[in-house]
């Protein structure tokens, strides 16, 4: 089939340097940093623009729960004394005009290639180098991939029977149509009661004639406090940003929660409840810096998630959907807490309907809506807030193929597996942004991203100025990685409960829990010392040493 004219383009072929796959966050900074040491290098990206996550995001209420003056690049003083936020949590639309003023203002896009798809990527062992394929026909050898592909990309549609039948219209939050969607007069059902869900069932319930929510486990939210951003708050951040960024960096999740060093449960009751308020009052995920317990132990946590739950029964009236509403399943904090603006409220309206599926799953999707426990509840819309295959999913779905043939999607089978979540043993010369087995998820993703990709582009320059041109994860360094990630998070109460950290929203993934917990600034210490001391746990080897075996 012919391509519409706007979207023809000549295949790209030939070598190049490096790479990168996906043009959000991540691959933007990277381009920028493989440029500044004179690399050559391209970006593919399936969106026709940068963004990322915040490009195919676009669900009314879609929000960042980080505060924007920390979500956002610190790599550069004039771009983060340039921009302008307007609120203390920015909104996706806003958050997409910034990734386009950043492309902008550093020229990224002339090596760029929207709209393509990358298929496949195979590791040649006679050359050290990658060939890079794309459904738009470029065929690139590349000395290194960089795999920017976010953690949350790969949409998770439920496999429902019926779901071609449904005559309304289906809708994904993870792939939100462009031009938006006019919910006035419609009687819409939301699947999900995840960090998507939260942020839209209370704007589509403003305008929808009626909604109804299938909750399979609540969430607990913590209300954002969302509000303007003044010039005052925007000088706290500017007028020192080298310095708070310096402090985010060495943080457990690279925001500046300003923890309190105490044991919740060795706290006094009354003292305790005023922390939690305050907490409260304040807003967003910095509620679990409350105390420093909360994560460890569980009757610390009872006393958070308690309070939580005695706030969701204040706020909503009907006593029975209050107790549905209040999460018991799970250890606060452990299935990544939510962030909302007047979800809990939501559900005082008339025209809002909960209905538990805890017990009784939706059977199928019928013509006219969705079945559960025999029931047909009809619809003039279905949105799916189901979330994603999440950390594996995009690059187990690529078409990776390291040595001796082996695809990553079969390494990974058991689960995934890295060293410090930067690369994979069998997978040379290939490195993965904010990878499972990096604090990742757990963490400020911009903190994140601009580490790793600093970390990368550094080891790129390592190798050139010494005429290596390959660099492989030991798989001795990648079990004992693999083993102290384990070992740490079963220090926590994570484990425990069935997430998406563990894989555990997708049937048949294997049950492992997939970022690093030991805190983002003793991982950032942990990355430089290995770096320091000679890439330590990475075997790295030079184009004469290939060619001499080759002999
Ligand atoms: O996805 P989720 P999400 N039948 O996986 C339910 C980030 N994010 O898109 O919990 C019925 O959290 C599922 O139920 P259960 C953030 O990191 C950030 O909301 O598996 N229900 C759950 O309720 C977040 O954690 C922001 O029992 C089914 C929901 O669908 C991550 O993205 C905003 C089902 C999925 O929740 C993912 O969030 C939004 C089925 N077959 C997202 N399958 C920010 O604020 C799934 N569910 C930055």
Same mark, same amino acid.
């Given at each position: 089939?012919?391509?519409?004219?706007?979207?023809?383009?000549?295949?790209?072929?030939?070598?190049?340097?490096?790479?990168?796959?996906?043009?959000?966050?991540?691959?933007?900074?990277?381009?920028?940093?493989?440029?500044?040491?004179?690399?050559?290098?391209?970006?593919?990206?399936?969106?026709?623009?940068?963004?990322?996550?915040?490009?195919?995001?676009?669900?009314?209420?879609?929000?960042?729960?980080?505060?924007?003056?920390?979500?956002?690049?610190?790599?550069?003083?004039?771009?983060?004394?340039?921009?302008?936020?307007?609120?203390?949590?920015?909104?996706?639309?806003?958050?997409?005009?910034?990734?386009?003023?950043?492309?902008?203002?550093?020229?990224?896009?002339?090596?760029?290639?929207?709209?393509?798809?990358?298929?496949?990527?195979?590791?040649?062992?006679?050359?050290?180098?990658?060939?890079?394929?794309?459904?738009?026909?470029?065929?690139?050898?590349?000395?290194?991939?960089?795999?920017?592909?976010?953690?949350?990309?790969?949409?998770?549609?439920?496999?429902?029977?019926?779901?071609?039948?449904?005559?309304?219209?289906?809708?994904?939050?993870?792939?939100?149509?462009?031009?938006?969607?006019?919910?006035?007069?419609?009687?819409?059902?939301?699947?999900?009661?995840?960090?998507?869900?939260?942020?839209?069932?209370?704007?589509?319930?403003?305008?929808?004639?009626?909604?109804?929510?299938?909750?399979?486990?609540?969430?607990?939210?913590?209300?954002?406090?969302?509000?303007?951003?003044?010039?005052?708050?925007?000088?706290?951040?500017?007028?020192?940003?080298?310095?708070?960024?310096?402090?985010?960096?060495?943080?457990?999740?690279?925001?500046?929660?300003?923890?309190?060093?105490?044991?919740?449960?060795?706290?006094?009751?009354?003292?305790?409840?005023?922390?939690?308020?305050?907490?409260?009052?304040?807003?967003?995920?910095?509620?679990?810096?409350?105390?420093?317990?909360?994560?460890?132990?569980?009757?610390?946590?009872?006393?958070?998630?308690?309070?939580?739950?005695?706030?969701?029964?204040?706020?909503?009236?009907?006593?029975?959907?209050?107790?549905?509403?209040?999460?018991?399943?799970?250890?606060?904090?452990?299935?990544?807490?939510?962030?909302?603006?007047?979800?809990?409220?939501?559900?005082?309206?008339?025209?809002?309907?909960?209905?538990?599926?805890?017990?009784?799953?939706?059977?199928?999707?019928?013509?006219?809506?969705?079945?559960?426990?025999?029931?047909?509840?009809?619809?003039?819309?279905?949105?799916?807030?189901?979330?994603?295959?999440?950390?594996?999913?995009?690059?187990?779905?690529?078409?990776?193929?390291?040595?001796?043939?082996?695809?990553?999607?079969?390494?990974?089978?058991?689960? /995934?597996?890295? !060293?410090? =979540?930067?690369?994979?043993? &069998?997978? %040379?010369?290939? *490195? @993965?942004?904010?990878?499972? +087995?990096?604090?990742?998820?757990?963490?400020?993703?911009?903190?994140?991203?601009?580490?790793?990709?600093?970390?990368?582009?550094?080891?790129?320059?390592?190798?050139?100025?010494?005429?290596?041109?390959?660099?492989?994860?030991?798989?001795?360094?990648?079990?004992?990685?693999?083993?102290?990630?384990?070992?740490?998070?079963?220090?926590?109460?994570?484990?425990?409960? /069935?997430?998406? !950290?563990? =894989?555990?929203?997708?049937? &048949?993934? %294997?049950?492992? *829990? @997939?970022?690093?917990?030991? +805190?983002?600034?003793?991982?950032?210490?942990?990355?430089?010392?290995?770096?320091?001391?000679?890439?330590?746990?990475?075997?790295?080897?030079?184009?004469?040493?290939?060619?001499?075996?080759?002999?």
């Amino acid at each position: 089939m012919s391509q519409p004219a706007e979207l023809q383009r000549a295949p790209v072929t030939g070598k190049i340097d490096v790479v990168i796959v996906g043009a959000g966050f991540g691959g933007m900074y990277m381009l920028h940093r493989l440029r500044g040491l004179g690399m050559s290098a391209i970006v593919f990206d399936v969106a026709t623009g940068v963004g990322g996550t915040w490009y195919w995001n676009r669900y009314p209420g879609a929000r960042c729960d980080v505060e924007s003056m920390q979500y956002s690049y610190s790599f550069d003083e004039g771009i983060q004394q340039d921009w302008q936020w307007s609120e203390v949590f920015a909104g996706q639309p806003e958050i997409l005009r910034y990734a386009n003023f950043v492309a902008d203002r550093l020229d990224l896009r002339r090596d760029m290639r929207f709209e393509t798809r990358v298929t496949g990527a195979e590791f040649d062992e006679a050359t050290n180098r990658w060939t890079v394929r794309t459904d738009r026909g470029d065929v690139l050898s590349a000395g290194f991939c960089v795999m920017a592909t976010g953690c949350l990309s790969a949409a998770r549609m439920p496999d429902f029977p019926g779901i071609d039948s449904f005559r309304g219209k289906i809708y994904h939050t993870g792939h939100w149509p462009h031009e938006g969607v006019d919910f006035t007069g419609l009687r819409v059902g939301v699947v999900g009661t995840g960090s998507s869900a939260i942020q839209s069932i209370p704007v589509i319930a403003d305008q929808a004639a009626h909604i109804t929510v299938f909750q399979r486990t609540p969430n607990f939210s913590i209300p954002s406090r969302n509000r303007p951003m003044t010039e005052d708050y925007a000088r706290s951040f500017k007028d020192v940003y080298p310095a708070r960024r310096a402090e985010a960096r060495m943080t457990r999740n690279g925001i500046l929660a300003n923890p309190n060093d105490q044991s919740a449960i060795e706290t006094p009751e009354a003292d305790r409840l005023a922390v939690y308020e305050q907490r409260w009052e304040s807003g967003g995920t910095t509620f679990m810096a409350a105390f420093n317990d909360l994560i460890f132990n569980k009757a610390s946590n009872d006393t958070a998630a308690e309070f939580v739950r005695s706030k969701i029964r204040a706020m909503v009236k009907d006593p029975a959907k209050a107790e549905l509403l209040a999460p018991t399943s799970h250890p606060i904090g452990t299935k990544r807490i939510c962030v909302d603006t007047d979800y809990y409220l939501t559900f005082n309206r008339p025209n809002v309907d909960l209905v538990d599926i805890s017990d009784t799953p939706i059977e199928a999707v019928t013509p006219l809506g969705l079945r559960v426990g025999g029931q047909e509840y009809a619809f003039d819309a279905i949105v799916f807030a189901t979330g994603f295959d999440a950390m594996t999913g995009a690059l187990t779905r690529m078409g990776i193929v390291g040595r001796d043939g082996m695809t990553l999607a079969d390494k990974w089978a058991p689960g /995934a597996r890295t !060293y410090l =979540g930067l690369m994979t043993a &069998g997978f %040379p010369n290939m *490195f @993965m942004i904010t990878g499972p +087995g990096s604090p990742s998820v757990l963490s400020n993703m911009i903190v994140s991203i601009e580490q790793h990709v600093d970390w990368i582009a550094d080891c790129l320059g390592h190798l050139r100025d010494r005429g290596l041109d390959c660099i492989e994860a030991t798989l001795d360094a990648e079990n004992a990685w693999v083993d102290h990630g384990n070992e740490v998070a079963h220090t926590t109460l994570y484990p425990s409960a /069935a997430s998406w !950290y563990m =894989g555990a929203n997708i049937p &048949g993934k %294997p049950r492992v *829990f @997939m970022p690093y917990i030991g +805190g983002v600034g003793a991982y950032r210490l942990k990355c430089d010392e290995i770096a320091a001391n000679g890439y330590e746990g990475f075997a790295l080897s030079g184009a004469d040493k290939v060619a001499a075996a080759a002999e």
